[in-house]
Antibody, heavy 118, light 110 residues
Framework: QVQLQESGPGLVKPSETLSLTCAVSGYSISTAYYWGWIRQPPGKGFEWIAIIYHSGTSFYNSSLKSRVSISVDTSKNQFSLKLYSVTAADTAVYYC???????????WGHGTLVTVSS | QSALTQPPSASGSPGQSVTISCTGTSSDIGGYNYVSWYQQHPGKAPKLMVYEVIKRPSGVPDRFSGSKSGNTASLTVSGLQAEDEADYYCSSYAGNNNNVFGTGTKVTVL
């Protein structure tokens, strides 16, 4: 059974960097597929942020590309997200998920709420 | 890329059917047969219900069916049950390994 678990600070100050990690169990990231981050502001819909392959190949949402970095650590079977210069608009539940070749996300983490506030 | 457009709400009585639309452009829905649908109950992670427009993952009831015409995709839930009350989101491939999601539809079982 594939499981994903997000971790990171629940509170980040404006202008600082949001850092999250997604630990994967039940499946080796190095086997296949893309691994990604998706966020959901309170009461709103989803926004796709970025995805990464075990080789390090990554793709970003163009609207966030200048502030986002995604990385992978295959030795720990995890991948991470950094979002720079955050504002209140970045307050959201952040999910990590596995994306299959047909572009659907089949396994999701439980999500972690990150609030941007001083 | 802009979010796909969904109606904010839809409803139906138990046993009836409800259809949710998801409208995009020729750069996403209209350009690829890679539309997926997700069900989200309050406070829970999304669950994949349909992928590649019409396919269902193992374990998803055949009451859930997808379709597409032009730039608009649809999800139909037949034989509505109380547990189908949830938020539903569409998603489409949008080129260059990007995904775009819909605005979401709250389905109420009357």
């Amino acid at each position: 059974q594939v499981q994903l678990q997000e971790s990171g600070p629940g509170l980040v100050k404006p202008s600082e960097t949001l850092s999250l990690t997604c630990a994967v169990s039940g499946y080796s990231i190095s086997t296949a597929y893309y691994w990604g981050w998706i966020r959901q502001p309170p009461g709103k819909g989803f926004e796709w942020i970025a995805i990464i392959y075990h080789s390090g190949t990554s793709f970003y949402n163009s609207s966030l590309k200048s502030r986002v970095s995604i990385s992978v650590d295959t030795s720990k079977n995890q991948f991470s997200l950094k979002l720079y210069s955050v504002t209140a608009a970045d307050t959201a539940v952040y999910y990590c998920a596995r994306r299959l070749w047909e572009y659907q996300f089949d396994y999701w983490g439980h999500g972690t709420l990150v609030t941007v506030s001083s | 890329q802009s979010a796909l457009t969904q109606p904010p709400s839809a409803s139906g009585s138990p046993g009836q059917s409800v259809t949710i639309s998801c409208t995009g452009t020729s750069s996403d829905i209209g350009g690829y047969n890679y539309v997926s649908w997700y069900q989200q109950h309050p406070g829970k992670a999304p669950k994949l219900m349909v992928y590649e427009v019409i396919k269902r993952p193992s374990g998803v009831p055949d009451r859930f069916s997808g379709s597409k015409s032009g730039n608009t995709a649809s999800l139909t839930v037949s034989g509505l049950q109380a547990e189908d009350e949830a938020d539903y989101y569409c998603s489409s491939y949008a080129g260059n390994n990007n995904n775009v999601f819909g605005t979401g539809t709250k389905v109420t079982v009357l």
